[in-house]
């Protein structure tokens, strides 16, 4: 099981970007779909974007695409989720998730999860 470790949340206003990042910090995922989950209060944890374990195989959510760009630098066991126009509707907890799988993320394929990273985004 790989543990992962999530930075670059915050407080930003309407438009601003951001720049999460995760980390794994026991053993590489170098073969392993990686990618981002949300998660609000009350709500289901949502998919939000996945990257195939050679950095293609990129999906997003509709409500991201366009404005979120997933990568990933195996030779440093990160994966990283640019955040550009943020909304108010962006505020979540963001989760860093690896699959079983080479390529392709679900909530049934994750097998490892971060702690989650806070975006909160003003109007």
């Known amino acids: 099981q790989v543990q992962l470790v999530e930075s670059g949340g915050g407080l930003v206003q309407a438009g601003a970007s951001l720049r999460l990042s995760c980390a794994a910090t026991?053993?590489?995922?170098?073969?392993?779909?990686m990618g981002w989950f949300r998660q609000t209060p009350g709500a289901d944890r949502e998919f939000v974007a996945s990257?195939?374990?050679?950095?293609?195989?990129?999906n997003y959510a509709v409500s991201v695409k366009g404005r979120f760009t997933i990568s990933r630098d195996n030779a440093k066991n990160t994966v990283f989720l640019e955040m550009e126009g943020l909304e108010p509707s962006d505020t979540a907890l963001y989760y860093c998730?690896?699959?079983?799988?080479?390529?392709?993320?679900?909530?049934?394929?994750?097998?490892?999860w971060g702690q989650g990273t806070q975006v909160t985004v003003s109007s």
């Open positions: 026991t053993r590489s995922f170098s073969n392993n779909a």
């Open positions: 990257i195939g374990w050679k950095g293609s195989n990129r």
């Open positions: 998730a690896a699959s079983r799988h080479a390529t392709g993320l679900s909530l049934q394929t994750v097998t490892s």
